[in-house]
């Protein structure tokens, strides 16, 4: 059939589909006709995660061609990028040394052959870097454009900064998208703003529903004022319903309203719903209960009980010399994380519970899950995590929870041989009418990705392979897996989604034909937390 003969409409639609950005620039090569449709499709999500790669892409905005086209752009995000430049006109310098004309685009080529310190690349000037590192090739770009630029596409839904320097500019970028809903901050440095009520405002005005802001640092100036604002005064968006943060000392005294460098005057958004913390880690809980109360946990404390409004509270790590008000968090219904937050917590309407900590057998896993049968009996999805693989702690959780909906068990090592798995379903899924979900297989431990992820920092885009023998067990063809799925279908008539390895989940057809193997998308996730690891979190 001859392409030219289909309306343009109908080439629109089918061109929203393609999600891969290579496979839209290909149809923009193939005739003018794509060129001219496939345009709009392939700006709405945008990626600047090479220096070089974003001078090039902001040359072209700079074009005729796109001008009409920012309002096309819906996520934007912005990674391993060492500095941003704040002067006002900056000129291209190269490595021999040649400056461009002020007409010419202006970007700033930082020269040098390591990454110098963040806060020199804020304020050096293009002589000071050419004098330091005068034969070094360019190993960074930064653009005055990049502020103007964000703030310029004005439909821009999510915004994403990862393993940046941001430059004071970024916040006048962040206020000027009206229809931000969806901010990220991660292993990024940010300066901190002077105070001045207008700005305090703006942060409380931000549209922001879904923020992430997990290990970062702030620069401050030693000239400023006391009272000065910090990243931290995003999560005063009034508008806030989803929170991700690290648990450090400096979030511990501002979310308690308890910090001596801060305006005194903010209030945390009052509607959040769903909350992720992220603890530190083992090894760097002081050892003294009282002072792991005063750093940390008593500010928590404070936090969770002046947030009624929290329906799901997410634990990463564990968490030492807790204690939480009865009357804190009434509205809770889900919650995952260590077993020592979550017995603090079954007097809540929880539905949801998900043990994070390695639950041992025998008589440590028994008498959890006696605890929790007994306060929440009626429980509807019960996720826990064991040391190792034993078929006999199905028979205790089949024998306390009738009303699970939803079932994970994850384990470090064996697995389930073939024969548990098909006879599964006659020995335990029949204890459970109402189940539509289950997960049983081994996870992709951190430590695990640590060693195939090398030293690089550019976690993100570094591919990895785990063998799939350590990762589930042994199966034949997808015809063989469906078999036995259909096996369990015949006791759960209300079964849809099955998991047995960390890669794949099989989930039912909506039209009720069969089974369909999906690739999970968690290993971005992983490789996001494992940056923890080789940075750790900042104080």
């Known amino acids: 059939?001859?392409?030219?003969?289909?309306?343009?409409?109908?080439?629109?639609?089918?061109?929203?589909?393609?999600?891969?950005?290579?496979?839209?620039?290909?149809?923009?090569?193939?005739?003018?006709?794509?060129?001219?449709?496939?345009?709009?499709?392939?700006?709405?999500?945008?990626?600047?995660?090479?220096?070089?790669?974003?001078?090039?892409?902001?040359?072209?905005?700079?074009?005729?061609?796109?001008?009409?086209?920012?309002?096309?752009?819906?996520?934007?995000i912005v990674s391993h990028h060492n500095g941003f430049a704040e002067d006002d006109i900056v000129h291209q310098h190269h490595a021999t040394g040649h400056h461009l004309a002020e007409e010419e685009p202006q970007f700033l080529f930082q020269v040098f052959p390591q990454p110098p310190p963040n806060h020199t690349l804020l304020h050096a000037s293009v002589e000071d870097l050419h004098e330091r590192a005068p034969g070094a090739h360019p190993f960074c770009v930064s653009s005055v454009l990049m502020g103007p630029r964000i703030s310029s596409f004005t439909h821009l839904n999510q915004l994403t900064f990862f393993d940046t320097t941001l430059p004071e500019s970024v916040y006048r970028a962040i206020f000027n998208l009206p229809n931000l809903r969806h901010l990220c901050i991660e292993y990024c440095t940010l300066p901190s703003l002077a105070y001045t009520d207008e700005v305090l405002v703006a942060f409380t005005n931000l549209p922001i529903v879904h923020l992430s802001l997990r290990c970062f640092s702030f620069m401050f100036n030693r000239q400023q004022p006391m009272d000065f604002l910090t990243p931290y005064f995003l999560c005063t968006a009034a508008s806030i319903q989803t929170l991700k943060i690290d648990w450090t000392r400096k979030a511990a005294s501002f979310f308690s309203y308890s910090d001596a460098l801060g305006a005194?005057?903010?209030?945390?958004?009052?509607?959040?719903?769903?909350?992720?913390?992220?603890?530190?880690?083992?090894?760097?809980?002081?050892?003294?209960?009282?002072?792991?109360?005063?750093?940390?946990?008593?500010?928590?404390?404070?936090?969770?009980?002046?947030?009624?409004?929290?329906?799901s509270l997410s634990f990463t790590h564990k968490l030492h010399a807790f204690h939480l008000p009865t009357t804190a968090l009434p509205n809770l219904t889900s919650f995952s994380g260590p077993m020592n937050a979550a017995?603090?917590?079954?007097?809540?309407?929880?539905?949801?519970?998900?043990?994070?900590?390695?639950?041992?057998?025998?008589?440590?896993?028994?008498?959890?899950?006696?605890?929790?049968?007994?306060?929440?009996?009626?429980?509807?999805?019960?996720?826990?995590?064991?040391?190792?693989?034993?078929?006999?702690?199905?028979?205790?959780?089949?024998?306390?929870?009738?009303?699970?909906?939803?079932?994970?068990?994850t384990y470090i090592v064996n697995n389930p041989s073939e024969q548990t798995l098909l006879s599964m379903c006659h020995h335990f899924l029949h204890k459970f009418p109402l189940l539509d979900t289950v997960r049983v297989f081994k996870p992709v431990l951190l430590r695990e990705i640590n060693q195939h992820i090398g030293q690089t920092r550019n976690l993100d885009r570094e591919i990895y392979t785990i063998h799939d023998d350590n990762l589930g067990p042994g199966s034949g063809s997808d015809d063989d897996?469906?078999?036995?799925?259909?096996?369990?279908?015949?006791?759960?008539?209300?079964?849809?989604?099955?998991?047995?390895?960390?890669?794949?989940?099989?989930t039912s057809c909506t039209d009720g034909s069969g089974w369909v193997r999906t690739p999970t998308k968690n290993v971005l996730t992983k490789v996001t937390e494992a940056m923890e690891l080789k940075w750790g979190m900042s104080s």
């Open 481 to 506: 897996v469906r078999e036995f799925i259909l096996t369990w279908k015949r006791v759960c008539p209300l079964l849809k989604e099955v998991q047995y390895e960390h890669k794949s989940v099989w």
């Open 264 to 311: 005194a005057n903010y209030v945390l958004a009052q509607n959040v719903k769903d909350v992720e913390i992220r603890l530190p880690h083992e090894h760097l809980w002081p050892k003294q209960d009282n002072i792991a109360r005063r750093l940390y946990t008593d500010a928590l404390a404070i936090f969770l009980s002046n947030s009624p409004t929290i329906e």
């Open 1 to 76: 059939m001859d392409h030219q003969a289909l309306p343009s409409e109908l080439w629109i639609h089918i061109l929203d589909f393609v999600e891969a950005p290579g496979d839209l620039a290909r149809l923009i090569l193939a005739c003018r006709r794509f060129r001219t449709l496939a345009h709009r499709p392939l700006y709405r999500a945008i990626q600047w995660l090479e220096p070089f790669h974003t001078a090039a892409n902001l040359q072209e905005w700079m074009s005729a061609s796109l001008t009409d086209m920012t309002d096309v752009p819906r996520t934007l």
């Open 343 to 409: 017995v603090l917590l079954l007097d809540r309407p929880l539905r949801r519970l998900d043990i994070t900590d390695v639950l041992r057998y025998h008589q440590p896993f028994i008498t959890c899950m006696e605890v929790i049968s007994t306060r929440q009996p009626e429980l509807q999805s019960l996720g826990f995590l064991l040391p190792a693989w034993e078929d006999e702690v199905l028979y205790v959780v089949s024998s306390k929870f009738a009303y699970l909906r939803e079932l994970a068990v």
